[in-house]
């Protein structure tokens, strides 16, 4: 079964005064600090998306903090009730959600049925109550029912559906490895084997020998479930629906693939604007994602020229059957005309490695890679092991530069993240908090 992830749910705190009233403040309004001053974390407990409701039932927050006098502040919000808002001394605080909630979701006779769930970021979750602007407390959920966000609070509350789109980034990095390393982007050259793992049925790479380590990579992401959860499932799952679909398409063969060109390479000018484009990026952003005019430059889009007989096939172009074969590689293919294919793989999935640290243009001051802001929150995690060894293993340089989000989006070196000590085979690159 394809499953698809559930995205996230806010806890939103803003600042008001007096411990009669919950009505929030202007949060860009300075406030003095006293015995008085309360601030209120409003909780989203449902989303509407579409013509369909999602609700977080049977939930209980925990709140301790310093401002509490020792004494957490337990929270069980009714489940009908679409924000609970609770009443906060100024302060710092950590909100746990404690075991026994139930994600459910509405069907159309306005009946809820509980929608198989797992948590799968920290908690509990630290927030301020400062008086200078809002805080968000952020819990991210997977499911197979879709990208949710719980609630439409005061700010900063996301609400969307998404389904598996966030792992194409990786199947399209996939994709263009598979054309660099076969020559040809054919589904029949990957199998899932009998424990659900999808896994090439090659061992080398005729073309570029060096592109077998980084599918490897990338396949490793399957066996990361903590941070995860359903990659194996959103990678292999739709990989067998299009291997399905593949396989009665009257594509019987897979045209040959040959690089031409990069029509938005990395380089200095390139990177320069970007580091414009980022500078207008605020740390607070809560999931409304990047400007089209950056995606666009982060996308390192990679022409190629596409031959091959159509000829008793159920296509009528070379590119027509390309886009036939590449669809179980979702993200990959852009666009193609004739004989001429676009691709459109992301950034920090580019397994390029620089003879010096200067030259990677990376490393340019102001650059980072947007990841945290790159689909829904918390975003992309995982980038290609080269970003976090840009010049390559005999050369030390600087790790580049990312961003994750943990309630707001904080910049940090990429690092590695090896599931077998030594085994490059199994290395990526993990944005986020310090590994242990």
């Known amino acids: 079964m394809v499953r ?9 705190v803003i600042v008001g005064v007096g411990a009669c009233s919950s009505a929030p403040l202007d949060p860009t309004t300075q406030q003095g600090s006293t015995e008085a001053e309360m601030g209120s974390i409003n909780l989203p407990l449902t989303s509407t998306v579409g013509d369909t409701i999602y609700r977080l039932n049977l939930a209980t927050f925990t709140i301790t903090g310093p401002a509490l006098g020792g004494k957490p502040r337990v929270i069980k919000p009714p489940v009908a009730e679409p924000v609970h808002n609770e009443l906060l001394p100024v302060g710092s ?13 509405g069907d159309s006779t306005g009946k809820f049925l509980a929608v198989p769930a797992q948590l799968v970021t920290p908690n509990p979750v630290a927030f301020d109550v400062t008086g200078l602007a809002p805080a968000d407390a952020f819990f991210g959920f997977v499911t197979k029912s879709g990208d949710v966000s719980l609630g439409n609070g005061s700010v900063n509350v996301r609400i969307g559906v ?16 598979t054309a660099d390393c076969r020559g040809t982007v054919d589904p029949r050259d990957y199998e899932v084997t009998k424990d659900g793992v999808l896994r090439p049925t090659f061992d080398s790479c005729p ?46 063969s897979c045209p040959a693939w040959r690089k031409i060109d990069v029509v938005n390479p990395v ?15 605020s740390p607070r952003d809560n999931g409304q994602g990047l400007p089209a005019a950056l995606v666009d430059r982060l996308k390192i889009n990679t022409s190629y020229t596409v031959t091959g007989d159509v000829a008793g096939q159920k296509c009528q172009t070379p590119a027509d059957c390309a886009a036939v074969c590449s669809s179980a590689f979702p993200g990959f293919f852009v666009r193609g005309e004739g004989n001429f294919v676009l691709t459109d793989p992301t950034a920090w999935l580019l397994d390029n490695t ?3 640290q200067t030259s990677d243009p990376f490393l340019r001051p102001g650059y980072y890679h947007p990841m945290s802001y790159y689909g829904p929150l918390p975003g992309a995690l995982f980038a290609e092991w080269a970003r976090y060894q840009p010049c390559g ?6 790790p580049e530069i990312c961003s994750y989000y943990a309630g707001s989006h904080i910049k940090a070196f ?14 990526v690159s993990y944005c986020g908090p310090a590994l242990p």
């Open 414 to 427: 990429l690092q590695p993240d090896c599931l077998v000590d030594g085994d490059v085979d199994t290395c």
């Open 354 to 356: 620089y003879q010096t």
């Open 4 to 12: 698809q992830l559930l995205g996230v749910a806010l806890l939103t």
């Open 207 to 252: 073309l570029d020998k060096s592109r077998m380590t980084p599918i490897r990579q990338l396949l490793s992401l399957q066996f990361r479930s903590a941070r995860l959860p359903f990659a194996k499932e959103c990678m292999t799952g739709r990989f067998q629906v299009a291997q399905q679909k593949f396989a009665s398409s009257g594509v019987t």
């Open 393 to 398: 293993p005999l050369v030390s340089c600087s």
């Open 93 to 105: 605080y950590s909100i746990q959600l404690e075991k026994g909630w139930v994600l459910e979701k």
């Open 267 to 281: 380089n200095s000018d390139n990177i320069d604007t970007i580091i414009s484009m980022l500078a207008k990026l």
């Open 162 to 177: 998404a389904d598996c789109a966030a792992y194409d980034q990786y199947m399209a990095a996939l994709g263009g490895l």
